[in-house]
């Protein structure tokens, strides 16, 4: 059974971000608020009250973002967040936050958030101050018109992995540089790949290469000493449409047993939706509706400001128009690697029906929700030989009432 | 044909003893949405006629059963085919659409039993209709069901669709004999085989129509616990208005493989069974 929790003062901005937290990390919440129009989930119990008075026997947690310092009550345990001395509002989420127990100077309000539900998951009493450093300014590239462009991280140069596939067949794999890999099956001689790496977590690579036309996608996961790969491949007939295999296995580490345990199929996301901001015109909503399809929509697009480009204007609002009414369907799994990684792989095989001519291709996407940020890769035939784009964009949470969460299928009997 | 329930659960044997042969001199064209067209001529009741443009015809022995009147479950092994290909087909004619599933023994040339399984949606096509919009697909109107399961061999298990990527049985039954049993048990003690754990499989289900699935399941975690186990696809068509379920099963006994079609009745079920909510010992 979930547990329950109380977030009193759920209708000022750090708390909206509390709740929103505490929610998505699968707690049943209270929404302790004076004006319930403030909020921005319909997700949550929801009590209004002038006072903000709370009964605490009621709930396994209760959190009040009243007071300049976060208290956390859990029974008879009270536990403190005191901020840093700057509480930025609009900073972005890092993921990265410190609990100490020195004043810090700097704090991000999504960061805070964090923080305070950190603190109310773990078990023990603690009076902490949260710092966070401010998010590093996007790309160029990110912030312009176009939607799949991503740099690649640093940092996987030198590392040697060696995977053990649950096909059996064992491979090992040195990076060379950041963007240079070589692989060897068990026996076999070494190929040399270019590729793209990720850190999509902090003991977490996401490694992309083309091989014979396949763009193969690796998750290596240095925490766990688990892979899993995701083989793309264009069909031969209908030459736009990619077909995924997915294949999960383990890292081998010197003087370590192999773990039993596997990344696997979830439905956590199930239900869920999160839009991500892909430039400042463009914006799409995943709705992750069933663990078997995903459903998307761009009708979040942000205003386009009056001093856009005319080229830009033009093409945001006909994407407005083309796609306003209607939401798109399509194939995708999902995998759990820990609580807050996961990976979505879903093609465009609906449109592609539809039309043969539009569609077809996939996002491979690993999904970030600690630092609500996601990195992949889109593959698709394109205008020439088949080949993947980047893509690494910050997203939000989506807990507001859309018609796509419900509607009956357009696509399936 | 009606099949009388108490008659049938005497009956005793594994696989049913004759296939429907109504499909014979049938004719279907078949467009999958990845491209691929397909003409099927049933022959007889036993062999069909498989020809797509630009292709070989190929000659192939298949089984039918019929999951109700408009609704054909076929299974074919590809002959000649390496690794080995088990295509299943569910043929709609109500809705004029059709399922197909290709499960392969030996993909994973080092894991030789376990079966693979790709599902491929399309439609049939009608002269002067145009194809219909809409598709088969994966459902999630199964998830938290629980189903026993009668098989005329007198074996009986409790299936429950935990999610829509995996199910997990519990047998009610045991056919193994004492014998089996004994020597089993005195491997696992001399380590000879690793003990078994929850039975929980990855699997799919597909909607035909209301009250009309698809199910597949294949035992990838038995066989990764021990490789010479597992690695089967089952697949049948459950038809629950009607409280049974048609279907085949793709394996292998040793180095033979075990491919036949069979039938169960089947009980909702809304008893606590622990092993729903047990934690899963294969997932992180």
């Known amino acids: 059974m979930k547990k329950r929790i109380a977030v009193v003062g759920a209708d000022n901005s750090l708390g909206r971000r509390v709740a929103r937290e505490a929610y998505h990390r699968g707690y049943a919440v209270t929404a302790v608020v004076r004006d319930q129009s403030l909020l921005d989930s319909v997700k949550y119990s929801v009590r209004e009250s002038a006072d903000y008075s709370v009964e605490e026997d009621e ?5 009040d973002v009243t007071g300049k310092v976060i208290k956390i009550t859990k029974g008879d345990m009270v536990s403190s967040v005191c901020p840093a001395e700057s509480i930025d509002a609009d900073g972005r989420r890092t993921g990265q936050v410190r609990l100490s127990d020195k004043r810090e100077t700097y704090v991000s309000e999504e960061d805070l958030a964090l923080a305070v539900v950190d603190v109310t998951d773990s078990d023990g009493q603690m009076d902490v101050f949260a710092g966070s450093d401010p998010a590093p300014d996007l790309p160029e590239e990110n912030s312009g018109r176009r939607r799949y462009v991503a740099v690649s991280d640093k940092g996987i140069a030198g590392k ?20 240079t890999m070589i692989i060897a099956e068990k026996g076999k001689t070494y190929r040399e790949y270019s590729c793209d790496c990720f850190r999509c977590d902090d003991d977490v690579w996401m490694v992309i290469y083309m091989k014979d036309g396949e763009c193969v996608t690796l998750i290596l996961d240095e925490g766990q000493d688990l892979v899993t790969e995701v083989l793309a491949e264009l069909m031969p007939k209908r030459t736009q449409l990619v077909r995924h295999r997915i294949l999960f296995g383990a890292l081998r580490r010197k003087d370590k047993e192999l773990p039993f345990r596997r990344h696997a199929f979830t439905d956590e996301l199930v239900g869920q939706k999160i839009t991500w901001h892909y430039s400042p015109y463009v914006n799409i909503t995943h709705c992750f509706y069933t663990e078997m399809y995903m459903r998307n929509s761009l009708r979040s697009m942000k205003p386009v400001p009056d001093d856009a480009a005319p080229e830009a204007r033009f093409d945001a609002e006909d994407r407005i128009r083309r796609w306003s009414n209607i939401f798109f369907e399509e194939p995708a799994q999902y995998i759990r690697f820990n609580p807050h990684l996961y990976m979505m792989c879903m093609r465009e095989a609906t449109r592609n029906r539809i039309d043969p001519l539009q569609g077809g291709g996939d996002m491979v996407l690993v ?3 600690r630092r609500m940020r996601d990195y992949g890769r889109g593959f698709s035939r394109g205008k020439g030989a088949p080949g993947y784009d980047l893509v690494s964009v910050c997203g939000d949470w989506d807990d507001l009432p859309d018609p796509m969460d419900t509607a009956e299928s357009p696509y399936l009997v | 044909m009606e099949i009388n329930r108490e008659e049938f659960l005497k009956t005793g044997e594994k696989y049913v003893r004759s296939t429907d042969d109504s499909l014979s001199g049938r004719v279907f064209h078949l467009a999958m949405d990845d491209g691929d067209e397909y003409e099927l001529r049933f022959v007889t009741g036993d062999i069909v006629e498989w020809r797509s443009p630009g292709g070989p015809v190929r000659y192939e022995k298949y089984g039918c059963l019929k999951p109700d009147e408009k609704t054909f479950f076929v299974a074919s092994i590809l002959s000649e085919c390496d690794p080995l290909v088990c295509v299943t087909l569910v043929l709609d004619e109500e809705q004029s659409l059709v399922t197909m599933a290709v499960s392969r023994q030996g993909y994973y040339p080092l894991r030789p039993r376990l079966a693979v399984v790709d599902f491929r949606f399309g439609a049939i096509r009608v002269p002067d209709r145009p194809l219909p919009y809409k598709r088969h697909g994966f459902t999630r109107d199964l998830v938290g069901k629980k189903i026993n399961w009668y098989y005329s061999t007198g074996f009986i298990n409790t299936q429950m669709y935990t999610t829509e990527r995996y199910m997990r049985i519990r ?8 014998e089996e049993i004994e020597r089993e048990e005195k491997e696992i003690e001399l380590g000879l085989r690793p003990r078994q754990l929850l039975y929980e499989e990855p699997s799919a289900y597909i909607k035909i129509k ?3 699935y698809l199910l597949s399941c294949i035992e990838a975690n038995m066989n990764r616990v021990d490789e010479t186990r597992g690695g089967n696809n089952l697949m049948f068509v459950a038809n629950f208005n009607k409280g049974c379920d048609f279907g085949r099963t793709f394996s292998r006994k040793g180095d033979r493989l075990d491919h036949g079609f069979f039938m169960a009745f089947g009980d909702p079920t809304d008893e606590e069974v622990p092993l729903e909510t047990e934690p899963t010992p294969y997932r992180v």
């Not at chain 1, 040697?160 to 963007?179: A, G, H, K, P, W």
């Not at chain 2, 047998?171 to 004492?178: E, K, Q």
């Open chain 1, 59 to 63: 709930f396994d947690a209760v959190i």
């Open chain 1, 160 to 179: 040697v992995f060696e995977l053990v596939m649950d096909s059996l067949q064992e491979y090992v794999i040195r990076f060379l540089t950041d963007n």
């Open chain 1, 367 to 369: 999904i970030n929700t």
């Open chain 2, 171 to 178: 047998p009610l039954t045991d056919t193994r004999t004492p």
């Open chain 2, 210 to 212: 209301d009250g009309m």
